[in-house]
């Protein structure tokens, strides 16, 4: 089955400096990797996603690339600010199971003013 | 707030007790989902329904149980036979299932906090 692994668990940077959070999956016909922000006490809200028929996307100051052959993405957060601290889960669907998403274990990121 | 609503956000449990959680959603979404969250254990998937009156098993779903009577309603009982139930639980919904070659964008519910005491 599909099987999502999210590094590193916890990562820290000074405000400014950018974040890299990676993923990767097992399931060599997912096609589909969203990423998920988690604001503390809140619900996950999907901040970007990417199609395996492309290898990067940008949105402002976050970005996510897919390397298929490798199996892995990731999301790349630039000139980081306080506000972008939260907790981060990459996903990928299992395409046996109907497409279902498979999390990962999640990244909480702390941006230091 | 969203268009998918949990209730409640705080619920305590004896030991020994069924609680339910409620899951609405004003989306017209097809899928429903139930997704347990632990601290350093992400989201895992504990039952989910691609249409009214059928729902799957996810991969942890001892314990629980659930219902599609209603294209909206998506209830989630916390039974007796869950050995360790405090958690966070969070309901989502999509437009479609997913598919194989579809996108699966999850909206979330406010999520519900379960304590055993």
């Known amino acids: 089955g599909e099987n999502v692994e999210q590094h590193p668990s916890t990562l820290s940077v000074q405000e400014g400096d950018s974040a890299v959070i990676k993923c990767t999956y097992s399931?060599?016909?997912?096609?589909?990797f969203p990423w998920y922000k988690q604001e503390l006490g809140k619900r996950p809200q999907l901040i970007i996603d990417?199609?395996?028929?492309?290898g990067e996307k940008k949105d402002q100051r976050i970005a996510v690339t897919l390397n298929k052959t490798a199996k892995h993405f990731s999301l790349h957060i630039t000139e980081t600010q306080p506000e972008d601290s939260a907790v981060y889960f990459c996903?990928?669907?299992?395409?046996?199971?109907?497409?279902?998403?498979?999390f990962g274990q999640g990244t909480e990121l702390s941006v230091k003013p | 707030d969203g268009g998918i609503t949990q209730s409640p956000k705080y619920l305590f449990r004896k030991e020994g007790q069924n609680v339910t959680l409620s899951c609405e959603q004003n989306?017209?979404?097809?899928?429903m989902y139930w997704y347990r969250q632990d601290p350093g254990q992400g989201l895992r998937l504990i039952y989910y329904?691609?249409?009214?009156?059928?729902?799957q098993k996810g991969d942890i779903a001892e314990g629980y149980s659930v219902s599609r009577e209603k294209k909206e309603s998506f209830p989630l009982t916390v039974t007796s036979a869950q050995k360790n139930p405090t958690a966070f639980y969070l309901c989502?919904?999509?437009?479609?299932?997913?598919?194989?070659?579809?996108?699966?964008?999850?909206?979330f519910g406010a999520g519900s906090r379960l304590t055993v005491l």
């Open positions: 989502a919904s999509s437009p479609i299932a997913g598919g194989f070659s579809g996108a699966n964008v999850l909206t």
């Open positions: 399931d060599s016909a997912s096609n589909y």
């Open positions: 990417i199609r395996s028929n492309v």
């Open positions: 996903a990928a669907p299992w395409a046996n199971q109907g497409g279902k998403l498979i």
């Open positions: 989306l017209n979404h097809d899928a």
């Open positions: 329904s691609q249409i009214v009156n059928d729902f």
